[in-house]
């Protein structure tokens, strides 16, 4: 997969895949199972290391977890979240973190903003640093503006629309669309030439995105509007792990068939 084979599907009307992915087993999942994108969020900061938010997560996570995607998922295009302040404090250190994500193995960057971080990406796109944009609800900022959909009124829809097409004439390839209302995803999708990708904002974007652990129902206390779950991950695996202990406390596990032999009794030492 390439910019270009993204391109090319917006105009064929093809629908991009793209699933969140911060380690390499869930990574080798998502290639085997031909997703067009990878992400590696900074969601990793709930689903992964356990806070409430995204804001807590730093370069030096992001760069452990992009690494591990790529070896999991070689052939697949990834995209490196920025975290909060990797890209906020300036263009130089920016530009600097960007590079380090690319180093560890993301094909493209992706930042939250409008209007504000149209001149850093021109910046980046200048210096041959892919870049995926993000409008709508935008997680590191939820402290100022809430957690709240977007284009819910005619302000609204004129900000996002613009900030749409000016984050596409900065040069970003994509652009996420979080939590915008169906008729503005629709509107902004139509009228750019680059792939809109959305979380939360209905069935009019040119792809969709859903972390892992979300719509593998891994994260039961989780349940918003918009996400679907796929699998009821949290009571599978709990109930496995019930099985295993069950089988441990009333020794039915080890069997003879997972010990190891002796030599001399034919046993070909195989792990």
């Given at each position: 997969m390439s910019i270009r084979k993204f391109l090319k599907m917006k105009k064929k009307q093809e629908k991009i895949v793209m699933i969140t992915a911060y380690d390499y087993f869930s990574a080798k999942i998502a290639e085997a199972a031909n997703v067009d994108m990878i992400l590696v969020g900074d969601s990793a900061s709930n689903v992964m290391l356990g806070n409430n938010d995204t804001i807590k997560i730093g370069m030096e996570e992001m760069i452990i977890f992009v690494k591990a995607v790529k070896k999991g998922a070689p052939n697949t295009f990834i995209?490196?979240?920025?975290?909060?302040?990797?890209y906020q404090v300036s263009d130089s250190e920016a530009i600097k973190n960007a590079g380090l994500l690319l180093k560890a193995g993301a094909d493209a960057i992706k930042l939250e903003g409008g209007l504000n971080v149209v001149p850093l990406i021109k910046k980046m796109v200048d210096f041959g640093i892919p870049v995926m944009g993000h409008i709508g609800f935008t997680p590191q900022s939820y402290k100022q503006i809430g957690i709240t959909s977007k284009g819910k009124t005619q302000t609204e829809e004129e900000v996002l629309l613009n900030s749409a097409k000016a984050l596409e004439n900065s040069?970003?390839?994509?652009?996420?669309?979080?939590?915008?209302?169906?008729p503005v995803a629709k509107k902004i999708s139509e009228e750019l030439a680059i792939p809109t990708i959305g979380i939360g904002s209905g069935r009019f974007c040119d792809g969709q995105?859903?972390?892992?652990?979300?719509?593998?129902?891994?994260?039961?206390?989780?349940?918003?509007?918009?996400?679907?779950?796929y699998l009821n991950?949290?009571?599978?695996?709990k109930e496995a792990i019930e099985n295993y202990s069950s089988e441990v406390k009333n020794g039915k596990f080890p069997e003879a068939k997972h010990a190891y032999k002796p030599i001399e009794e034919g046993s070909d030492q195989k792990l």
């Open positions: 995209i490196g979240d920025m975290p909060f302040l990797s040069g970003a390839f994509s652009i996420v669309l979080e939590m915008v209302t169906e995105v859903l972390v892992w652990h979300d719509l593998l129902g891994l994260n039961n206390e989780f349940e918003p509007k918009f996400l679907k779950k991950g949290f009571e599978l695996f």
